[in-house]
């Protein structure tokens, strides 16, 4: 009599799979012993899931390696057209709502990618956007939605856009649709995108904060290669460190050179003083390129120099969110 599969069982045989695809994903072929090599796995382990993947076609069979003299080793290869993920993110300016969408393959190559003005955007209107989504690439795997706010177990709380407070977004989405759905804060997509790209340790610790107009600070914070959530992945709302300003008052300093560069120094020291990391980006339009020597010095005021941290700026952060999103769909379906 078959014997039900335990949840560990299972659980440890899906940590398995995940671990084959990855090595096969990251190699033009493998073999079940050079695969079995990469993962640790028994070459009988590997052998098994691949037999598994290559009946969905997520793996591929390729000609056979040339033989010394003995059986030729089979070659696999990953099907990176296997499926597809969609990656949203949503931002406001001026009143209007910026839907910018990318669907890519499974190893993150872009397949379609386009920016949607809309008046407003409320859980309807993104249903309404994945449902045309999921018709036209019928075998989408996984959505990556990034958000200007706070998600705590996949409900939206503090939110730039006050139409999505208080929804469980990535509940209702992976539901209807029965697919891997990931909702992220756009500072922590950012900084996990600008993290990938370029190809930091995992003993790097930086942070990238944005000032938008219109919108209060935020940060995204990376710590020995893990982004900082929290517990209630409050962190990084750096608009609620005691300024001894009103936040109608806060948002007003902003827009102000001279009352914008203590503020933002005053940010900065405290993520120093804490999380001590080794690189700082700044974005937004409230902060220019010419501010930053200032702000450097304003930190220098408090921080010992040893203990400062490579302060730049980047104008354009758009290419990172969507990366940090890309990755993030797709570690989704790794375990």
Same mark, same amino acid.
């Given at each position: 009599m078959h014997q039900p599969m335990s949840n560990n069982t299972a659980s440890l045989k899906k940590m398995n799979i995940g671990l084959v695809?990855? @090595?096969?994903?990251? =190699?033009?072929?493998? +073999?079940?012993?050079?695969?079995?090599?990469?993962?640790?796995?028994? =070459?009988?382990?590997?052998?098994?899931?691949?037999?598994?993947?290559?009946?969905?076609?997520?793996?591929?069979?390729?000609?056979?390696?040339?033989?010394?003299?003995?059986?030729?080793?089979?070659?696999?290869?990953?099907?990176?057209?296997?499926?597809?993920?969609? $990656?949203?993110?949503?931002?406001?300016?001026?009143?209007?709502?910026?839907?910018?969408?990318? =669907?890519?393959?499974?190893?993150?190559?872009?397949?379609?990618?386009?920016?949607?003005?809309?008046?407003?955007? /409320?859980?309807?209107?993104?249903?309404?956007?994945?449902?045309?989504?999921?018709?036209?690439? /019928?075998?989408?795997?996984?959505?990556?939605?990034?958000?200007?706010?706070?998600?705590?177990?996949? =409900?939206?709380?503090? $939110?730039?856009?006050?139409?999505?407070?208080?929804?469980?977004?990535?509940?209702?989405?992976?539901?209807? #649709?029965?697919?891997?759905? /990931?909702?992220?804060?756009?500072?922590?997509? +950012? @900084? #996990?995108?600008? #993290?990938?790209? *370029? *190809? #930091? /340790?995992?003993?790097?610790?930086?942070?990238?904060? +944005?000032?938008?107009?219109?919108?209060?600070?935020g940060a995204g914070i990376i710590i020995n290669g893990h982004i900082l959530k929290g517990s209630t992945k409050f962190a990084g709302e750096v608009s609620f460190l005691p300024f001894n300003l009103t936040r109608d008052d806060q948002l007003k300093h902003l827009i102000n050179k001279e009352q914008f560069i203590p503020l933002a120094a005053k940010t900065l020291i405290s993520i120093i003083a804490i999380i001590n990391p080794q690189i700082i980006a700044l974005t937004g339009e409230l902060c220019k390129p010419q501010y930053i020597d200032d702000i450097y010095n304003s930190c220098l005021q408090i921080i010992p120099k040893e203990h400062m941290p490579n302060i730049s700026y980047i104008e354009d952060t758009h290419k990172d969110y969507m990366q940090g999103l890309i990755y993030t769909a797709l570690e989704s379906l790794s375990y």
């Open positions: 695809k990855k @090595v096969v994903k990251e =190699v033009e072929y493998g +073999t079940k012993s050079s695969i079995a090599q990469a993962t640790g796995l028994s =070459v009988s382990t590997c052998g098994n899931i691949l037999k598994e993947l290559l009946v969905t076609g997520e793996v591929l069979e390729v000609s056979h390696e040339e033989s010394n003299g003995g059986r030729p080793a089979r070659r696999f290869k990953y099907n990176k057209n296997y499926g597809f993920i969609g $990656c949203i993110y949503i931002s406001i300016k001026d009143n209007t709502h910026w839907v910018h969408y990318r =669907v890519t393959n499974l190893i993150g190559e872009k397949i379609e990618e386009e920016v949607i003005i809309s008046d407003h955007i /409320t859980y309807e209107v993104i249903d309404n956007f994945i449902e045309n989504l999921t018709k036209k690439y /019928t075998n989408i795997l996984a959505i990556g939605i990034g958000i200007p706010g706070v998600v705590h177990e996949g =409900v939206i709380g503090i $939110c730039d856009i006050s139409e999505l407070t208080n929804i469980n977004l990535g509940e209702k989405l992976k539901e209807k #649709y029965k697919i891997e759905v /990931t909702i992220g804060n756009d500072m922590n997509l +950012t @900084v #996990y995108g600008i #993290y990938k790209r *370029q *190809q #930091y /340790t995992k003993e790097t610790s930086m942070a990238v904060v +944005t000032f938008i107009e219109d919108s209060f600070p």
